[in-house]
């Protein structure tokens, strides 16, 4: 290459290690026991896990049983949710104490408030923030397992379901 001009050097470099690079690409091959080739992994086994896999088939669909039921969308208007809501946060301190239904009241409450939120907030923005942070404060409960503040958000939400029926 040196014989080259500098113009017809620089195309052959590039050439060159294009080619050096494209050789280190080829199959790799390892004696490492803990290394799986391609047929270890289709035809080793892992295949002998899911032959001895005992899961529930629901057709060709694998069912899950501890999956949550298919829920139904949350329809009313605030006037009928909002005392739901307060219905459901009301049983949520125990229900987290005792190791109850505590998901799938959370689970109601965050689909009610998210049903009548625009709502909320469309007639009664006054009332918005706070009963967002009651659901907020009931979320918290669960996930941290305080049944103390699942009581604070109910008692802080009976006053805005007050102040939104006028009994407050």
Not at 30 to 33: E, K, L, Q, S, V
């Given at each position: 290459m040196s014989g080259h001009s500098p113009e017809l050097r620089r195309p052959m470099?590039?050439?060159a290690a294009i080619v050096l690079g494209l050789s280190a690409c080829g199959t790799t091959t390892?004696?490492?026991?803990n290394v799986l080739d391609e047929a270890d992994l289709t035809g080793g086994e892992g295949r002998e896990i899911a032959d001895?896999?005992?899961t529930p088939l629901d057709g060709e669909k694998i069912v899950d049983p501890d999956a949550p039921a298919t829920t139904v969308a949350i329809e009313g208007t605030a006037g009928e949710l909002l005392p739901e809501i307060g219905i459901d946060m009301s049983r949520l301190s125990s229900e987290i104490a005792a190791e109850g239904d505590e998901?799938?009241?959370i689970?109601?409450?965050e689909g009610a408030w998210a049903a009548i939120r625009s709502e909320i907030e469309a007639d009664r923005?006054?009332?918005l923030n706070g009963i967002q942070a009651t659901v907020d404060m009931a979320r918290t409960a669960v996930?941290?397992?305080?049944p103390a503040d699942a009581d604070k958000a109910f008692s802080l939400l009976t006053d805005l379901?007050?102040?939104f029926t006028g009994d407050g």
């Open positions: 470099l590039v050439l390892t004696d490492d026991p001895d896999d005992v998901d799938e009241t689970a109601r409450i923005p006054e009332l996930d941290a397992n305080r379901i007050d102040q």
